[in-house]
């Protein structure tokens, strides 16, 4: 029974191996970005949030002073 590789083979086997593992490495990267895309979006949407947010009291207050004033007179 011959138990050796052809050399045909050998080199199959390793470039199988490598685009597996720039694959793997591929993968990683994206998942990075993937996560690191999440965490910038969610940043951003509250810093946004927090823009809305302080507009609306913006308004609200001038409003009130509006009402306040109309009041008065």
Not at 10 to 22: D, R
Not at 41 to 46: G, K, N
């Amino acid at each position: 029974m011959d138990t050796s590789l052809s050399e045909e083979s050998i080199p199959e086997v390793i470039a199988k191996q490598s685009v597996l593992t720039i694959n793997i490495f591929i993968m990683d990267q994206c998942d990075q970005m993937s996560l690191e895309n999440k965490e910038t979006d969610a940043f951003l949407d509250e810093v946004h949030k927090k823009k809305i947010n302080d507009e609306i009291r913006q308004r609200n207050r001038k409003k009130k002073l509006c009402f306040n004033a109309s009041s008065q007179t």
